[in-house]
C-alpha cells in the first residue's frame, strides 16, 4: 500500500466531475501519476504497475477521476483511511440531455431507463456517505458558477496552502470551464446548443422526475 493519499472524484455522468479534476490538478502537490481512472478491480501486474508510478511520484496527493465509482465508494474509504471523496451531482434532468448528446447514448426509452437507473444509483451511494466526514458533495450549478470557491472549500479540506492570486488564475486559465460557462449564458439550462425543453418531452421530463427527483434533493441538502 502506498503512502501517498488519495483524493477520488466520484458521481453520476455529466455531473462536473472532469472540471473538478483539472481545476485540482492545477495544484503542484496535487497530481494524477496513474495517467488513467482509477480502477477497483485489476490483476496483479496492474496493481504492481500502479504501485510503481505511485512511488515514482513526489507530490502529497493522487487524484483520480472516475464518475463509475460511486458504486464503489464505501470500499474506496474502508481501502484508503486518509482519502477525500468528491461526490458531484446535478440536476437529473440536466444530466440527462447532456448524456444523450454524448455519441454514447440515444434519446430512446432503453437509454432513458439506462440512465435514469443509474443516476438513482448513485445517488443512493452517495446518500449511505453523509455522515463520512472524508466525503463532501458539490453541486454541478456551483462548480461552474463559483468554481473559486469550491475550490478552496476543497484545498481547505486537505489543509493544502494557497493564495488567492493562484486561485483566480486557475479558474481563469482553465479553458474548460471558460467553455462550458460561455455555452451555459446563453439559454438558460443550454448543454452545449442544446436545452432541455428543446430535447425532451414535458411528458419525458416529469418521467425523470418522478424517478430521480426525490433522490437529488436529498443529496442536495448536503452540498458544500
Not at 82 to 99: G, K
Not at 182 to 203: A, H, M, N, P, W
Request: hydrophobic share 35%.
Amino acid at each position: 500500500m502506498t503512502n501517498k493519499k488519495f483524493i477520488f472524484i466520484v458521481g453520476p455522468q455529466r455531473t462536473g466531475t472532469t472540471y473538478m479534476l483539472f481545476l485540482l490538478l492545477e495544484h503542484e502537490l496535487i497530481g494524477n501519476p496513474l495517467g488513467r481512472p482509477y480502477e477497483t478491480t485489476v490483476n496483479e501486474k496492474t496493481k504492481r504497475r500502479n504501485m510503481e508510478l505511485l512511488d515514482k511520484y513526489d507530490g502529497k496527493y493522487v487524484v483520480c477521476k472516475n464518475p463509475d465509482l460511486f458504486y464503489a465508494a464505501k470500499h474506496l474509504l474502508n481501502e484508503f483511511k486518509d482519502c477525500l471523496l468528491i461526490f458531484t451531482i446535478r440536476n437529473p434532468l440536466e444530466m440527462y440531455v447532456s448524456s444523450v448528446h454524448m455519441p454514447l447514448y440515444n434519446n430512446n426509452e432503453r437509454d432513458e431507463r439506462t440512465l435514469t437507473d443509474r443516476y438513482v444509483e448513485a445517488c443512493k451511494s452517495g446518500l449511505e456517505l453523509i455522515e463520512d466526514k472524508r466525503v463532501i458533495f458539490v453541486h454541478y450549478k456551483d462548480l461552474f458558477e463559483n468554481p473559486e470557491e469550491i475550490l478552496k472549500k476543497v484545498l481547505d479540506k486537505i489543509e493544502l496552502k494557497y493564495d488567492d492570486k493562484f486561485i483566480k488564475k486557475v479558474v481563469a486559465d482553465n479553458r474548460f470551464g471558460q467553455k462550458i460557462m460561455e455555452r451555459k449564458r446563453k439559454v438558460l439550462f443550454r448543454v452545449g446548443q442544446y436545452t432541455v425543453d428543446s430535447t425532451i418531452s414535458k411528458e419525458q421530463q416529469q418521467r425523470i422526475k418522478d424517478k430521480c427527483w426525490k433522490h437529488y434533493e436529498k443529496l442536495l441538502k448536503h452540498c458544500i
